[in-house]
């Protein structure tokens, strides 16, 4: 950490003095493996500011996008909405940043700045015209693809990137951009806190941030995993109880006992085992973003007043909120740093649930 302002990109070329040649790690078409390529950055602009990229997060939906199980995806795709870097240089009319500042940028780039949703702060359900520009696989205000964070450099607004607290290492802090902000937003949202019983399922990149941030938070934490093979993890990030989902007691010792459950597991789950799982008025908000619509029959919320909700990552000041939060809690992801090469190894691990708890990629390796 402590070189984080002394290092420059070597891999990084400015050209003609307007945009730039960035190394990065492409994949060419749906599914292909990645490999490295160069991307165009665009000039920087009065109000942008280039990241010396350090470290950049793999999150599940890189690979949903990868394989376009969401949609037909822009390729080639760089993926990456976990980056977390150093400011190289600023634009002339910067005023948030100087060179040298730790920074990370999560999901989005850019928004209309007008609707009522981006004046709330809301930026990540923006109503404008194209809604939010995604960080990669989206079409930038340029009418360019926008490539994401397994890449050398990024060029970005400087009101679209956030601060990283001095006391988080970079790699640590890169997946609190997406995995941090979508538990933490709706913990927040609906008041995860002392008195409160929450539960997560799934322990994977998304789970564990919500084990640590609940847990700082105050509330009571429960994971609920497909078996007890990570429990002695669980319990270590914060975990109060750990539960086996396989285990079909979980589902009738726990019954009527949440008050939120938030669900980041990314493949189909029998929704009404786990909203029965709630107490009356409990919430259970999903977050993970499967490839095939999840179905319930409504009987279960009914018979509760129980909600079914969903959330997305977080707004500009709420993802500003969680960094400060968790540098005031000491908390970063726990990460497994790779070299570049290694990301198609690492989609795999992901795949078959050999990750604890988030890879991240070195970007001096691209
Ligand atoms: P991940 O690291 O792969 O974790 C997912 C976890 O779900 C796994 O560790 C596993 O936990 C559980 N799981 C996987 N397959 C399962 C199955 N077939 N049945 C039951 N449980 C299963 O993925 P992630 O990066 O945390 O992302 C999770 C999901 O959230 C993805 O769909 C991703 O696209 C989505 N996402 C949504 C947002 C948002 O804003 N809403 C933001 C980021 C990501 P156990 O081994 O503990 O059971
Ligand atoms: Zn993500
Ligand atoms: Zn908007």
Sequence with gaps: MTNDTNTTNATTQSTNGTTRTVAAYAAQRPDA???RTTVTRRAVGEHDIVIDIKY???CHSDIHQVGE???TGIFPMVPGHEIAGVVGEVGPGVTRWKVGDRVGVGCFVDSCRECDNCKAGLQQYCTGEGGAVFTYNAMGKDGLPTYGGYAAELVVDEAYALSIPDNLPLDAAAPLLCAGITLYSPLAHWGAGPGKKVAIV????LGHMGVKIAH???????VLSQSLRKREDGLKLGADHYRATSDPATFT?????FDLIVNTVSADLDLSAYVGLLRTDGTLV???MPEKPLTMHPYPLATGRRSLAGSMIGGLPETQEMLDFCGEHGIGAEIEVIRAEQINEAYRRVLDGDVRFRFVIDASTI
């Design 33 to 35: 493996p990645l490999a």
């Design 56 to 58: 950049s997060g793999i």
């Design 69 to 71: 199980d969401w949609g």
């Design 202 to 205: 799934g322990l994977g990149g």
């Design 216 to 222: 700082a938070m105050g509330a009571e934490v429960t």
């Design 253 to 257: 010792e726990l019954a009527g006992s």
């Design 286 to 288: 999903q977050v993970g």
